[in-house]
């Protein structure tokens, strides 16, 4: 389990999170959505040490950060970022870096190494591109190739920021459904949405926040059932049970996202 104590963290003299406290168990998929600018990069920045708090802890696995190197996070927790280049190098080259904190000196990749990348090619639909230079790519492709390179580092928690940018309707439910089943497989999984008829359909736990701090942390039910979307987003979400999933209430009419 990720446990986040008391956490201030911001950039500079200017602080952006206030009182952060979340826990991660594994097998539970959790969206944090909230206005821009709210502080969800900062949280999952802070969560892996890209940013240092300013105040509270982050313990994984029983483990304190503050005593763990960057390397012995990654082998527990993958992160991938918003806002991501073109570097000059593959598919296949992109997502082997994955295995990186795995790596020993000299740091070639291994059988195991090559095998699991493999595979996560192939489980983001990209296996075809895998000598196709990642520039060459389309946005959709190029951020599948980032998906697949961080499913590559096979941790335990898995964080993204955005990760549906540049996808399609079709190519973000596909996504959805990956890590509905990374939970399901015992993974915990932190990631940061727009899209709120994804964010509650697929996701165990929705976490608001705003203003740098949490205002609610519940099933999707019970946050539906508030009326703090409406407050928040000034739009409604229902939840069609036929259909299994939430949708925008528009008026009369409702639309899924």
Do not use: W
Not at 140 to 166: C, H, K, V
């Amino acid at each position: 389990m990720i446990k986040i104590e008391n956490l201030c963290a911001g950039y500079d003299k200017k602080q952006i999170l206030y009182d952060i406290s979340l826990s991660v168990p594994k097998g539970t998929l959790i969206s944090v959505i909230g206005p821009n600018g709210s502080g969800k990069s900062t949280l999952l920045k802070s969560t892996i040490g890209i940013i240092n708090p300013s105040e509270g802890t982050v313990i994984i696995d029983d483990i304190d950060t503050k005593s763990m190197t960057q390397r012995e996070i990654a082998m527990k927790t993958s992160y991938l970022a918003q806002g991501k280049g073109a570097p000059d190098m593959t598919v296949e080259q992109l997502v082997l870096h994955g295995r990186f904190p795995y790596l020993s000196y000299p740091r070639r990749y291994s059988d195991n190494d090559k095998k699991i990348a493999s595979r996560v090619m192939e489980q983001m639909g990209i296996s075809d591109l895998a000598t196709r230079q990642i520039s060459s790519l389309s946005g959709g492709m190029r951020q599948n190739a980032y998906i697949a390179m961080a499913l590559a580092q096979d941790t335990d928690y898995i964080l993204l920021d955005e990760p549906t940018s540049f996808l399609d309707i079709s190519h973000q439910l596909d996504l959805m459904r990956t890590l509905r089943d990374l939970a399901d497989s015992g993974k915990g999984i932190v990631s940061v949405l727009h899209d709120l008829p994804l964010a509650f359909t697929f996701s165990d736990t929705i976490l608001i926040i705003k203003d740098g701090r949490i205002v609610q942390c519940d099933t999707p039910d019970a946050i539906c059932k508030s009326g703090i979307v409406k407050d928040i987003f000034g739009v409604d979400l229902y939840y069609s049970a036929d259909k299994k999933s939430y949708f925008y209430l528009l008026g009369s009419s409702s639309i899924s996202s």
